[in-house]
Each structure stands twice: as structure tokens, then as C-alpha cells.
């Protein structure tokens, strides 16, 4: 198919498209061009030279108005094949006229190629047309080749010296006579089919010039086309009085060559070259029509264009050129080629590119036929280059996706043992080129005799033959049945050992559990000291039951005993927590425990019993996603969860619990722990509860469970159910359901039973601090429970705040610290928090830089108080208490100070926070009157307190007044 070209039009004009972008009134220049190549005015900058004919009147009168230019260069996105020729007079002026085609880079194909274009008369316009558009175009071809086989020396000679120069990066440069450029002469044809005769990739960056009296121009390195690369010329052809010039201007690095393509300066190429060179010009002269497909399969077999292909490469050229040659013919003609020529060089070299020759897809343009026939051929006189080819066919099979079956049936000879050995060959490929069900049914014809009645020799053989090509054994039941007779064959056995461990490291366990537990069984049996390694070497074998067709099938002959390497006791003492998921996940743990019942002792059954307690195959058993919680225990819901992955049975449940025996609190706290936790079993939930409350040894370990139910399950509210069903009223008489309650409460959360027991005594010492006469009862009993307290590692009792606060206290006049004053009527609650520790106030109490800093809850009862009165007395007997005075330097504690006032007035949300913005009026108000109580205050302090609280004043009032500004 000829691809459509752009045009474009130089010379000189009245009326053009000017240089460039630049317009000109009259002229030279570019006198027309297609749209897309006008439109980019860098693109005609490159490209100007190459389409400016620069001879001298005397050339043209020498040639009598005859002489013709040629271009071919790659710029931008494009291929330009240009004709330059003389055009009379312009202006008194000798003129020409050049007509470029401009063909996509992608143009180029198996069966195009523009540069063939060069030196074709009939493709270009000699003079300009009143459009831009040209005449259609004749086929892109070499022929004819009469000029060629006229100059066979010059034409292989250019193909040598322009292939080395493209590679080395040497240009080529030829001297010619004159009348070399006339229009008439051969050697612009000569030199197309030379540039065609270059492999592909180099054909699509040749940059060729054929006449120029500025050679220069086309040797410099310097100037640039459109697409950034260097404008090099890679073949300078220029009259032979500029030849010294030319080697001057490439600075005497290039190959120049005389009119008859002698070389006269420059490297000598390669040798190989000129056989390239003559070998293609041979398959031209019979093929003319395939040079450029040749050009394009050369690429594959030259895989590094930096490099001169080899004395090897260049041998190929007639073997590629008749391979593109019947790749664009018919199938017929592919398969002469195939049966005339390819087998001869396959019989005659041991190693042929035929993976570059031939992509996988393109053997399918022969016939299968001679192809299948070729690859099963078993013969011992098969030459190294046939089994090369028949590897590289068999190749292409796999790739497509092809299969041998239509010629196995005539070809098969169960009695013919190279046959046999190439069978099961082509049957251990994978992908596979012979069908599982062709492959079955030809290897039970191989061993349709009795395995059992084989005679040895005869077993030993065929062993090892289908031991050679492992994935032969996955067929079916072939693996069971060798398996069976050689495990009698104890000797046979020794001898199989290396065969038998490659052949366990090449099938893969998880497509084939069956044969390779088959084998590793036997494997076993030559080497029992390994088994326990095999055991755990083969254990993906087992992991892969989950993608079977029948993993219960497949496990109940494993606990039948077929597979010594699948000895689910031993994987149980290995890998007890992942046999156990397997089981449980085919529905398989109950047979195994009863088969195993006698060789597990109490321990043993009690371990694998937690196991089953705690896999974690049961996580859809155990919570809900939504709610964490099992949703057999919402209210709700009666209905059972939805179809999940792993279920199990109440038989199983009661197995578990027989096996597990009493419960103490370390297992229950175990099972209850989240995300463990036991599995539900529908609709049995309560009964399972009951079950494992009964087994529990002690109250501690009932107080575990029942804390995991209330936790998981939300069902507080059976307690005493539980209680009942456990049975501890009569094994601990002690234990109480009050007991039970507290214990659950307790680990429900921490401390409660701690808080619950100040709870009497905070409210006696609030009371005694009311009423105290002046004895020290309180201080002494308050000492009495700081000090048992700072036994279990807290602070001392003498430097505890709360001493502080009942010191602080028992001071204020009786009227201040009566049951109804402000201080107890509005600081009962946080007195109660501070003293059970639970208040931040408490924070403010520790220690700062070794002074205690006095409790702030009097400040919530100054700023609750009734009246501003009682608020101001209280405040400034709380600033000035002698034990404040060694604190009121610090900034830090006056920083505490306001910030509790802050804190203690911002009101409380529906959340349970303090609310800081917006500030409700109320509030303002009171924090007003209390930071203003405390400003005014400060003028009776020390300077250094007044210093200290300045600063604090201004933290805190900056960070505060955006909320309320």
C-alpha cells in the first residue's frame, strides 16, 4: 500500500509562500507546500538547504539545462525524497525547481519504503503546479534493476561503505564526473537501492544528498533539523573537483569514494559487509519486490544497531530474505519454504536466529501439518539444528496457545520407546502443547499393563522416564498407582531417590496436593530421617486443599493413612495452630480428633482444644462487624447470621469442652479477650455460656467470663444465671453473687471497688472538717489513709495536698466552714473529686519545683458563692494563707490560678466538655468579677508576686479574649 505524502514546492517565483515565515515578494523561495508542512515554519527552515539546488551556470550549461538533484533526509516527523533540477531562466538568472514529498515516520512498513523514491522521475513534478497538490504516485519499488545489474561492484561497494559509515559515524562521501548528475545517468537508482538494501532502522534516519557545490554545508555537525538531531549528511555525492574540499570540511573523518565505488580515503569496512552487500543484491535479482520487507526482518536478527553485525549476521541475509519473501506469500508457499529450505539450514547449522526470523505468531502462516509432524519427530539422527528448531516451534506452540493433538494419533507408538520419551517430553511442558485429556489418554496406553504384574526392569525404566517430566505424573491416578507399586520395590526406590527430589521441587503443591504428597511420601521412604523436614517442606501442599476440588475428600484419605507425609498427628505437634485451621476449615477437626483420640494424652487434648478455642478461622463467629458484638445476641434479631465461610457443630463444641476440663482464670481471660473470644454457635448460645461458666474453677475465672459476655455480647443481665449454672455455691461456699457482681464490676473497670469504699469515709471527713472542735481525729485518720496508701508506692502522707486542704480548712473561721457556708455548700463536689483523685483540680495539687500548690477547688466555691461579698472574703483569704506566700513568685502557679477560674466557669455541653466559646453571659459575668476581685488584689502583693502574676495575667488574657472579643 503506498501511503499518502505531503508536497512541497521551491524555487524561483513572482509569487510564493516566502522563506520560511518570512514573506518574499519575488524570487527565490518556497513557492507553495500542503497545509501542515506551511503551517510550521521551522519545519521549511530545516529543510531549505536540502531543496535549494546550488549549481554553477557552468554545470548547467555542461548539461545542457539536464542536471538533477536528489534529497532524502528524515526531519521532524516526517521522510523527505526531494528532486532538484534546472528550470531555465528567472530574472535573466539560471533557476530550478525541487519537488519534495513528505511521508510520516510511520509510513515506514514491511511494504513501503519512500526513500525508494530517489532518482524515480515519474513520482515528482518538473515544474510547479497552479496548486499544491502533485500527481498520484507510482509503487515505491527498486525495480527496475537493469541499472543495478549493470554496476554490481558500485552497487555493493555503496551498501558496504554506507552501512559501515552509518554505524561508525563516518559520512561517505563520492567523487563523480557531471555528467554523473544528469538526469539520464544511473546513479540516483544505484543509490536507492543501496539505502534500501540497509537494514530497517537505519533506512529510516539516511540522510542522503546527491549533487551540492557547497559540500560543507552538508558535513558540518553543527546546525540542526527540526527534530533536534544533528544534519549530517550520511551519503555526499558532489562533482570529483570538490573532493578535497569535502574531506577538508568533514575534517578528513569520513570514506570517500571514486566514481566506481573504489575507496580513496577512510576505513576499509568490514569484510562482512560486502557479503551482506552481494548476498542481498542476489535475492533481489529474484525477488525485487521484498527488499524493504527484507530491510525490516534484518532488524530482529542485528539486535544491537551501536555495533557491525558479525560474520554471522551477514550469513543470514539470504536465509531472511527468503523468509520475508514467503511470509508475504501464500500458505503454500510458506510451507515449500518450510519443507524446501528451512529444514536444509536447520540440518546444516546448529544455531539459527529463528526467534528473530520468525515471531510466534507468524509460524501460523504455515501449515500446521508439517510443523506438528517436524516436532514430534523421535529420531536419533536428528542434528543439533533440528532440535534447536523443533525447541523453537515447540516454543511458538506455547505461545500461541497451539496444540500437537492432530497429529499424535498417527504418530503414537506405545512401543517405541523414543516415541515414549519424547511423549512425556512435550507432555511435562507447561503451558502444555498436548491437551490434559490427549496427554491422559496416551500416557494410560504406556502403562496399561498391570503395575502391579510389570517386571522390574522393565518398572525401574518407566520410573524414571516419567520421573524425568514431572508434570506427566499430575495425570490421573498415574502418581497413586506408581506410588502403590513401588512402595514394595524398596530397591527400585534407592535408585529413584535424585529422581524423586526433582521431581517434588518441580510440580507445584498448590495445583497438584495429591501427586506431590504421592511422591513426597515415597521420597520419605528413601531418606526417613528426613521426614520431619519433608513434613514441614511439603506443608504447602497441605495449605493448598483450600483450592481443590474436594478438600474433605482429600483430607479423609490423608486420615486414612494414604500419605505418610500427610501425618496430621505429627503436623499437629509441628504446626498445631495452622493444622488446626485447616481442619476446622474443610469441617474435618472432629474425625481427626477421634482417630487420634488414643495417641493424644490429657495435656495434648487439652493445648489442641484451645487451639480450636482460639483459631482465628473462626473471626466470623465471634463478633459483628457493626457492632463488635455476636449478633446472635441482639435483642433484635432472632434469626441466625447469614451463610458464613466456617461454621461448626455442638458436637464439636462438647469434643472442645470434654477435652478442655476445668477453666481457670488465665483461660478464661484468654477466651473472653477480644477479637479471640469462642465461637457462637447458633442457636446455642446460651447453652455455650453455660457450658464454659460450669467448668470454671474458681470465682475469679467466672468473673472473667462473665466480664467477656458483658463486654461482647451486652447481656448484663445474667449474672445470676451464670452464678447458678456454674455451680460455685457449693464447690466455694465462701463465694457470694455479691462477690461475683463486685469481681465483674471491677474488671469492667478498674478502680471502682477502690472509689465505692472512699466513697463513705470522703463523706465522714467532709463532715468531721464541718463540725471539728479543734482536735485532730480527722487530720490523724486522713494521715492514717495516706500512709496505708503510700505503702503501694504513692505519695508520702505529710507532703500530701490533701493534708494541705484539712489544714486550709480547720482555719477558716466556723462560720465560713459550716455544713450551710459557701465553701461547703458550693465545694462539696470538688472537695469529694479532689480527695478521690478524680478531679483535674487535683492536677494543681502536686508538687511544683518541691512546693506543694494548694488545691484550687475553694476558687469553684468563690465563684458559686451567693454574693461578690462572700466571693471577695473567701478569695482573699485563699491568696494571702501563709502556706501560698513561698508560691505567689511563680508565675506557673499564678498561671494555674486563672486558669481554673477559666476552667471552672466555662460552662458544661451535652457532651460532658467545657464549652469555651460562645461564653454565655452568666458566665462572663462571674469570670469577670472574679479575675477582677484578683487583679485588684494584686497591688497588696511583693513585687515579685505582682511580677509573677503580671505575666500570667497576660498569657492567660491573651489566649482568652479572641473567644470573647
Known amino acids: 500500500m503506498i501511503a499518502t505524502s505531503l508536497n512541497v514546492y521551491r524555487g524561483q517565483a513572482d509569487h510564493g509562500i516566502g522563506e520560511a515565515g518570512t514573506p518574499i515578494r519575488r524570487g527565490e523561495q518556497f513557492i507553495a507546500a500542503d497545509a501542515p508542512l506551511q503551517a510550521d515554519p521551522g519545519l521549511l527552515h530545516a529543510i531549505r538547504d536540502w531543496l535549494t539546488l546550488d549549481a554553477t551556470t557552468g554545470d548547467q550549461g555542461r548539461l545542457q539545462e539536464r542536471l538533477a538533484g536528489w534529497s532524502c533526509f528524515p526531519c521532524g516527523l516526517y521522510y523527505f525524497v526531494c528532486r532538484l533540477s534546472t528550470a531555465g531562466k528567472y530574472d535573466r538568472r539560471d533557476a530550478y525547481f525541487a519537488h519534495g514529498r513528505a511521508w510520516p515516520l510511520t509510513a515506514f512498513a514491511a511494504d513501503f519504503d519512500p526513500g525508494l523514491y530517489l532518482g524515480n522521475d515519474a513520482a515528482f513534478l518538473s515544474q510547479a503546479p497552479d496548486t499544491a497538490a502533485a500527481g498520484a504516485l507510482p509503487p515505491a519499488t527498486a525495480e527496475p534493476l537493469d541499472p543495478i545489474l549493470t554496476h554490481p561492484g558500485l552497487t555493493v561497494s555503496l551498501i558496504a561503505h554506507l552501512f559501515h559509515g552509518m554505524v561508525t559515524g563516518y559520512p561517505v562521501i563520492m567523487a563523480v564526473p557531471l555528467t554523473d548528475f544528469s538526469a539520464a545517468a544511473p546513479l ?76 580513496r580515503a577512510g576505513p576499509e569496512p568490514a569484510a562482512g559487509l560486502f557479503d551482506y552487500g552481494r548476498a542481498v543484491l542476489d535475492s533481489a535479482q529474484r525477488f525485487p519486490a521484498h527488499l524493504t520487507a527484507f530491510g525490516e526482518r534484518f532488524d530482529q536478527c542485528w539486535t544491537d544497531p551501536a555495533t557491525l553485525p558479525g560474520p554471522e549476521q551477514t550469513r543470514w541475509v539470504t536465509l531472511t530474505y527468503n523468509t520475508a519473501v514467503a511470509l508475504a506469500g501464500t500458505q503454500a508457499q510458506c510451507g515449500s519454504l518450510f519443507a524446501n529450505y528451512l529444514l536444509n539450514q536447520a540440518r546444516a547449522a546448529a544455531q539459527l536466529p529463528w526467534t528473530a526470523l520468525f515471531r510466534a505468531q507468524e509460524w501460523a502462516s504455515f501449515p500446521q501439518d508439517p510443523l506438528i509432524r517436524f516436532i514430534l519427530r523421535a529420531d536419533d539422527d536428528r542434528s543439533a539444528g533440528e532440535r534447536h528448531l523443533q525447541d523453537v516451534l515447540t516454543a511458538a506452540f ?123 511420601g515415597l521420597l520419605a521412604r528413601t531418606r526417613p530421617a528426613r521426614t520431619a523436614e519433608l513434613q514441614r517442606r511439603f506443608w504447602t501442599a497441605t495449605d493448598a486443599l483450600a483450592k481443590t476440588p474436594d478438600p474433605a475428600g482429600l483430607l479423609a484419605q490423608g486420615l486414612a493413612g494414604r500419605w505418610t507425609i500427610l501425618n496430621l498427628d505429627a503436623l499437629m505437634r509441628q504446626e498445631p495452630a495452622t493444622t488446626t485451621a485447616l481442619l476446622i476449615r474443610h469441617d474435618a477437626w472432629l474425625d481427626w480428633r477421634r482417630a487420634a483420640d488414643e495417641r493424644l494424652d490429657q495435656e495434648a487434648r487439652r493445648a489442641l482444644a484451645m487451639h480450636w478455642m482460639i483459631s482465628p478461622v473462626f473471626a466470623e463467629l465471634r463478633t459483628d462487624a457493626a457492632w463488635q458484638r455476636p449478633p446472635q445476641w441482639r435483642r433484635h434479631r432472632t434469626a441466625a447470621q447469614p451463610t458464613v465461610a466456617v461454621d461448626t457443630t455442638l458436637e464439636t463444641w462438647h469434643q472442645v469442652l470434654d477435652d478442655l476440663g476445668r477453666l481457670s482464670r488465665d483461660d478464661c481471660r484468654l477466651l473472653g479477650r477480644p477479637p479471640i473470644h469462642w465461637p457462637w454457635i447458633h442457636p446455642f448460645q446460651w447453652d455455650q455460656s453455660q457450658d464454659l461458666a460450669a467448668r470454671c474453677d474458681s470465682l475469679e475465672a467466672l468473673a472473667e467470663l462473665v466480664a467477656s459476655l458483658v463486654r461482647t455480647a451486652g447481656a448484663d443481665t445474667m449474672t445470676a444465671r451464670l452464678w447458678q ?70 505519695r508520702g502522707a505529710e507532703t500530701h495536698p490533701l493534708i494541705l486542704i484539712a489544714q486550709a480548712i480547720r482555719a477558716l473561721p466556723a462560720a465560713q466552714r459550716a455544713p450551710a457556708g459557701p465553701l461547703m455548700t458550693h465545694g462539696w463536689h470538688n472537695l469529694q473529686q479532689v480527695i478521690a483523685g478524680a478531679s483535674t483540680c487535683y492536677d494543681w495539687a502536686l508538687p511544683t519545683n518541691g ?72 458566665a462572663e459575668a462571674t469570670r469577670q468579677a472574679a479575675l477582677g476581685l484578683i487583679d485588684a488584689e494584686r497591688d497588696a502583693l511583693p513585687e515579685t508576686a505582682a511580677q509573677a502574676f503580671a505575666c500570667a495575667w497576660q498569657r492567660m488574657h491573651s489566649d482568652f479574649e479572641p473567644m470573647n472579643g
Open 398 to 520: 506455547q505461545e500461541r496457545g497451539a496444540t500437537l493433538d492432530a497429529g499424535l494419533a498417527a504418530w503414537w507408538d506405545p512401543s517405541d520407546p523414543g516415541k515414549r520419551d519424547r511423549l512425556l517430553e512435550l507432555g511435562d511442558l507447561t503451558p502444555p502443547v498436548i491437551t490434559a485429556e490427549q496427554s491422559a489418554g496416551l500416557i494410560r496406553t504406556l502403562v496399561a499393563d498391570d503395575l502391579a504384574a510389570l517386571p522390574s526392569s522393565r518398572l525401574a525404566a518407566l520410573a524414571q522416564a516419567l520421573l524425568a517430566h514431572p508434570r506427566v505424573l499430575t495425570t490421573p491416578d498415574l502418581s497413586a498407582r506408581l506410588s502403590a507399586r513401588l512402595q514394595h520395590e524398596p530397591q527400585i526406590l534407592e535408585t529413584l531417590a535424585d529422581d524423586l527430589e526433582r521431581a517434588v521441587e518441580t510440580i507445584d503443591a498448590t495445583a497438584f496436593p495429591e501427586h506431590i504428597l504421592d511422591l513426597a
Open 188 to 263: 540516483a537508482r544505484i543509490i536507492a537501492f543501496a539505502r534500501g538494501a540497509l537494514p530497517g532502522r537505519l533506512r529510516r534516519r539516511c540522510r542522503i544528498r546527491l549533487f551540492s557545490r557547497n559540500p560543507q554545508r552538508f558535513l558540518e555537525t553543527t546546525r540542526l533539523t527540526g527534530d533536534g538531531t544533528a544534519d549530517r549528511t550520511d551519503l555526499l555525492v558532489i562533482p570529483e573537483d570538490l573532493a578535497v574540499a569535502a574531506l577538508t570540511a568533514a575534517r578528513r573523518r569520513a570514506l570517500l569514494l571514486d566514481a566506481q565505488g573504489e575507496r
Open 851 to 922: 512546693q506543694p500548690i494548694l488545691p484550687l477547688f475553694p476558687i469553684a466555691a468563690i465563684l458559686r458563692a451567693r454574693t461578690r461579698r462572700q466571693a471577695g472574703g473567701l478569695a482573699r483569704w485563699f491568696i494571702h494563707q501563709p502556706a501560698v506566700a513561698p508560691l505567689r513568685a511563680d508565675q506557673q502557679w499564678w498561671q494555674g490560678l486563672l486558669g481554673s477560674v477559666l476552667a471552672e466557669t466555662a460552662p458544661v455541653g451535652p457532651d460532658g466538655d467545657r464549652r469555651f466559646e460562645p461564653w454565655p453571659e452568666e
Open 725 to 794: 449454672a456454674s455451680g460455685l455455691p457449693e464447690r466455694q461456699p465462701g463465694a457470694t453473687l455479691n462477690s461475683l457482681r463486685d469481681a465483674v464490676a471491677e474488671l469492667l473497670e478498674p478502680g471502682i471497688a477502690a472509689r465505692r469504699a472512699d466513697a463513705a469515709w470522703i463523706d465522714a471527713v467532709i463532715a468531721a472538717l464541718a463540725e471539728d472542735s479543734g482536735e485532730n481525729r480527722v487530720l490523724d485518720d486522713l494521715r492514717q489513709r495516706l500512709a496505708d496508701r503510700a505503702d503501694r508506692g504513692e
